[in-house]
């Protein structure tokens, strides 16, 4: 029972109400989950089960793209459609200068994180201090709006976009930035996740979909392995005499050769089994195999 769900989290609960529900339907305690979505978003929520709770470090770094809506004309506190409304606008604006405004925040930007956020502050979450009517000054981040995409304009009131970026940015602080932008101000009133690295939406698993597969005779068939979750890095094959040693997470002599960048991560096979995550090093002239992570069990 080692791997990742590509789980669909329905609106209207949090990320940790998700796992809880997955832990109920699955009958295991240890499940975690990559990237955090706000209650009000849907989509997708990687999980972690097992074993794979351990590779998080890993995957938690991808890209992330999503499907959204900002609503012009209102500015709530917590820049989406579940905050209090703080400031209203009438300004009218045209689709030309919403379609200049969204194009100025494409590429890499500072952005602030919202008081209504889980991003701690000298220990302290943001949301609990927001919560108490306490503001307290933000450093901002860079971020890295890859690609920003309009796709559909309803009377230049709301925007339907879909935006590709990087780890740690706020959809919601972007669309209260693009309303500002405008010179008037904007929310988010829609947010789905729609891919989480080659996690994707149409292969996400939902609640009723998942208790009708635990239920079945292979039950935990849907889970995607460990080593298929960490496609993305490199793989070496070792010969199976080594595959004790691996095991054990002792180091390895092995061939030079110029496709295996030392400090790189790498997916280390014996026997065509899955032992881990392991790195190359250049000791003494020698070309040395050693084991950051093993995860023997994973692939199965």
Same mark, same amino acid.
Do not use: W
């Given at each position: 029972?080692?791997?990742?769900?590509?789980?669909?989290?329905?609106?209207?609960?949090? @990320?940790?109400?998700?796992?809880?529900? +997955?832990? &109920?339907?699955?009958?295991?305690? #240890?499940?975690?989950?990559?990237?955090?979505?706000?209650?009000?978003? !849907?989509?997708?929520?990687?999980?972690?089960?097992?074993?794979?709770? #351990?590779?998080?470090?890993?995957?938690?770094?991808?890209?992330?793209?999503?499907?959204?809506?900002?609503?012009?004309?209102? #500015?709530?506190?917590?820049?989406?459609?579940?905050?209090?409304?703080? @400031?209203?606008?009438?300004?009218?604006?045209?689709?030309? =200068?919403?379609?200049?405004?969204?194009? =100025?925040?494409?590429?890499?930007?500072? =952005?602030?994180?919202?008081?209504?956020?889980?991003?701690?502050?000298?220990? &302290?979450?943001?949301?609990?201090?927001?919560?108490?009517?306490?503001?307290?000054?933000?450093?901002?981040?860079?971020?890295?709006?890859?690609?920003?995409?309009?796709?559909?304009?309803?009377?230049?009131?709301?925007?339907?976009?879909? +935006?590709? !970026?990087?780890?740690?940015?706020?959809?919601? @602080?972007? !669309?209260?930035?693009?309303?500002?932008?405008?010179? $008037?101000?904007?929310?988010?009133?829609?947010?789905?996740?729609?891919? +989480?690295?080659?996690?994707?939406?149409?292969?996400?698993?939902?609640?009723?979909?998942?208790?009708?597969?635990?239920?079945?005779?292979?039950?935990?068939?849907?889970?995607?392995?460990?080593?298929?979750?960490?496609?993305?890095?490199?793989?070496?094959?070792?010969?199976?005499?080594?595959?004790?040693?691996? !095991?054990?997470?002792?180091?390895?002599?092995?061939?030079?050769?110029?496709?295996?960048?030392?400090?790189?991560?790498?997916?280390?096979?014996?026997?065509?089994?899955?032992?881990?995550?392991?790195?190359?090093?250049?000791?003494?002239?020698? $070309?040395?195999?050693?084991?950051?992570? +093993?995860?023997?069990?994973?692939?199965?």
């Amino acid at each position: 029972m080692n791997g990742v769900l590509n789980y669909y989290k329905p609106s209207g609960i949090t @990320s940790h109400d998700a796992v809880n529900i +997955v832990r &109920k339907i699955m009958n295991i305690k #240890r499940i975690g989950h990559i990237g955090t979505l706000d209650p009000m978003a !849907c989509g997708v929520l990687p999980m972690l089960v097992g074993n794979a709770t #351990r590779i998080s470090e890993y995957l938690i770094e991808h890209d992330k793209e999503y499907i959204a809506e900002l609503t012009l004309g209102i #500015r709530t506190d917590t820049f989406d459609k579940e905050g209090k409304p703080i @400031s209203k606008s009438n300004k009218k604006v045209t689709s030309n =200068q919403i379609i200049d405004a969204f194009k =100025q925040f494409e590429g890499e930007i500072e =952005q602030v994180p919202p008081m209504f956020s889980s991003k701690k502050v000298k220990g &302290k979450k943001l949301y609990e201090l927001a919560r108490l009517g306490i503001e307290i000054e933000r450093k901002p981040s860079m971020v890295n709006i890859k690609s920003l995409n309009i796709i559909k304009i309803m009377d230049n009131k709301k925007v339907i976009f879909k +935006v590709k !970026c990087s780890k740690g940015t706020y959809v919601r @602080s972007l !669309c209260d930035n693009i309303g500002i932008k405008l010179g $008037t101000f904007g929310y988010m009133s829609f947010l789905q996740r729609v891919k +989480v690295g080659n996690f994707k939406i149409e292969n996400s698993i939902n609640d009723d979909l998942l208790n009708n597969l635990v239920h079945e005779e292979n039950k935990f068939s849907f889970l995607i392995p460990i080593d298929k979750a960490i496609e993305y890095m490199d793989r070496i094959d070792v010969n199976k005499e080594c595959f004790v040693k691996l !095991c054990n997470g002792n180091s390895i002599s092995v061939e030079p050769t110029y496709s295996l960048l030392p400090n790189t991560n790498l997916r280390v096979y014996s026997d065509n089994i899955f032992i881990g995550i392991g790195q190359i090093a250049l000791i003494n002239n020698q $070309t040395i195999l050693k084991m950051k992570k +093993v995860l023997l069990g994973g692939n199965q």
